[in-house]
């Protein structure tokens, strides 16, 4: 069992004169086996979150709960937590077995025999037996990340803590570890926290998302929600790459009317806007935009000023009066610099927000999305 309850959690720090709140209010439930990620920008909170619950840090407020019982006092060692680092934090003066034991030896009054028994059997999972005698200066980066998974699998803790583990590796063996570990995490069933940047890893690897900004929680979603039901304007632009295209736009006789162009909207949509009217931000996803003919009604027109060949897709940044807009094509199609593409956004797929607040007014649904292309390629 390893179900978390982090309740009104904050985080303040004295920096000089200085107060930083690095988490506030933070309220998030954890399932027994779940697999969270934790996403964000930089300085957003996710690590002093981590730290706080391993025990590392002392919050200034609210409470941490694993399976019912209040843990925030406790000391780290009375936890049963284990956290993996971004930098492995392996000794190096011992060898690959001796670190993997090393918790073991200290925490636990289990014999040497056991601690044995119990580091060959991770070292098999791992696919380690061959470097069990080599100290961490002999190995691989990839190699080094497996004895400091190894050595907090090795405690079969009720919760794993990562933080941004697989930063330090090669773009090849972060796509084969990133695999790896999410097998893992499904064979043993522990509840796990995953700290990263990374967008790929964030859509891919957990059952659902924290979003972070500013030390608070901007949405608690699977990877689909957060993506095609995004709860504010911060959401959708961090969610998804290359990110959704915004728009400044007035709401004014059942169009969004921005400088460059005109968008008008069906009975259907404006039923949804019902009590909305003035300034919006309208967004679209670059695999949402479709390239139409010149003489569509609605169509808008733009100038490719520059493109990326990724292969498969090709990014395309167009203009539209003075703003750049992000266009995903098919990688087949050759468009150069300096030509016209007649773009439309489709309906169903536009997302509209407050202004002001940035809160969501109208967005997308999971249901309606599955039914669709999600690369609605032109
Ligand atoms: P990154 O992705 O860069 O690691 P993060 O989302 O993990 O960032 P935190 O490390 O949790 O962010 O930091 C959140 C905020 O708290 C930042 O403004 C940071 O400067 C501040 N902070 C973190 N630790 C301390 C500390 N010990 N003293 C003062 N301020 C701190």
Do not use: W
């Amino acid at each position: 069992m390893g179900k978390l309850d982090i309740r009104n959690l904050r985080k303040e720090f004295l920096d000089e004169d200085r107060s930083i709140v690095a988490v506030e209010d933070l309220n998030i439930d954890i399932d027994d086996g779940e697999f969270l990620i934790f996403v964000g920008p930089s300085g957003c909170g996710k690590s002093t979150t981590l730290r706080c619950i391993a025990g590392l840090e002392s919050p200034t407020g609210g409470n941490i709960l694993l399976n019912e019982t209040d843990i925030t006092n406790k000391p780290p060692t009375e936890r049963d937590i284990a956290m993996v680092f971004q930098n492995y934090a392996l000794y190096p003066h011992l060898t690959a077995r001796k670190n993997i034991g090393f918790g073991l030896k200290m925490s636990t009054d289990m014999g040497a025999d056991e601690i044995e028994r119990r580091v060959d059997d991770v070292a098999e999972m791992m696919g380690i037996e061959e470097i069990l005698e080599k100290k961490p200066g002999e190995l691989s980066g990839g190699q080094q990340q497996r004895v400091a998974l190894g050595r907090a699998i090795v405690r079969e803790p009720e919760v794993f803590l990562m933080d941004e583990p697989l930063s330090n590796l090669d773009a090849k063996l972060r796509t084969t570890m990133r695999t790896e570990l999410q097998n893992l995490q499904q064979d043993l069933n522990i509840t796990t926290i995953y700290v990263t940047h990374d967008q790929t890893e964030a859509m891919t690897m957990g059952d659902r998302i924290a979003i972070l900004n500013d030390g608070k929680l901007q949405q608690l979603g699977t990877p689909l929600e957060c993506y095609y039901e995004p709860a504010n304007r911060f959401v959708a632009g961090f969610i998804g790459s290359p990110s959704m295209n915004f728009f400044e736009v007035d709401y004014v006789d059942g169009a969004l009317v921005h400088d460059t162009f005109r968008y008008d909207l069906s009975p259907k949509a404006r039923e949804q806007l019902v009590g909305y009217e003035g300034r919006m931000t309208l967004g679209i996803r670059p695999e949402s935009i479709e390239t139409v003919p010149a003489d569509e009604p609605g169509a808008i027109s733009t100038t490719v000023s520059v493109t990326e060949p990724m292969g498969e897709l090709t990014y395309a940044y167009v203009d539209i009066g003075d703003q750049t807009c992000t266009v995903t094509l098919s990688g087949e199609r050759m468009v150069e610099s300096g030509t016209t593409l007649t773009i439309d956004f489709p309906e169903d797929k536009i997302h509209l927000f407050d202004p002001d607040t940035g809160e969501t007014v109208k967005t997308r649904s999971v249901s309606t999305a599955t039914d669709t292309n999600v690369d609605a390629r032109a």
